[in-house]
T-cell receptor, first 116, second 113 residues
């Protein structure tokens, strides 16, 4: 059982370049999330998708776009990368369904992105 | 709005001693509280959660947490620390099943041999 898989694991971009971070989960979860982790800042939510076909902004959405391609996949796109987007990006998924106990999120291993 | 405070950037404890990692929260309504652990170069792993019921919650790897509504706290505890417990610990809060999680800034736990 792979859980949450993110690609790539590492990436270096030049300012102004674009890229897409891919995320896939195999746990049949309804909800998926993108976070960024910066030193001393904890995890901040960029975008999330509560269910297939919906996406919503989180705390720090500027400079990003997302696509919930299907129930399994949720991608994050940087259209024009900036040095301020240098960070570690985590994808996560959780099941918000009929069982209220199943609310913990499962995280991927992260993508370390550097924008120069 | 909801928020989480982890007042200590780092906690140092000797192996075999009890450990506490502090967390306080602010949320309207009843909180859903979580602890996650992050080992170096890894994603976050779920440790335990409080949704309702008993104020003392037991989780993975011998960790437990106590929900204190009057003090709005959810401190993580373990009776006897292991060197392998050294990691970054995050507290998180949600104000409901269908609300997103807000994470604290994290507390680095260092357990010395």
């Amino acid at each position: 059982n792979a859980g949450v898989t993110q690609t790539p694991k590492f990436q270096v971009l030049k300012t102004g370049q674009s890229m897409t971070l891919q995320c896939a989960q195999d746990m049949n979860h309804n909800s998926m999330y993108w976070y960024r982790q910066d030193p001393g800042m904890g995890l901040r939510l960029i975008y999330y998708s509560a269910s297939e076909g919906t996406t919503d902004k989180g705390e720090v959405p500027n400079g990003y776009n997302v696509s919930r391609l299907n129930k399994r996949e949720f991608s994050l796109r940087l259209e024009s990368a900036a040095p301020s987007q240098t960070s570690v990006y985590f994808c996560a998924s959780s099941f918000l369904g009929g069982q209220p106990l199943n609310t913990e999120a499962f995280f991927g291993q992260g993508t370390r992105l550097t924008v120069v | 709005a909801q928020s989480v405070a982890q007042p200590e950037d780092q906690v140092n404890v000797a192996e075999g001693n009890p450990l506490t990692v502090k967390c306080t929260y602010s949320v309207s309504g009843n909180p859903y509280l979580f602890w996650y652990v992050q080992y170096p170069n890894r994603g976050l792993q779920f440790l335990l959660k409080y949704i309702t019921g008993d104020n003392l919650v037991k989780g993975s790897y011998g960790f437990e947490a106590e929900f204190n509504k009057s003090q709005t706290s959810f401190h993580l505890k373990k009776p006897s620390a292991l060197v392998s417990d050294s990691a970054l610990y995050f507290c998180a809060v949600s104000r409901g099943l269908y609300s997103t999680l807000t994470f604290g800034k994290g507390t680095m736990l260092l357990v010395s041999p």
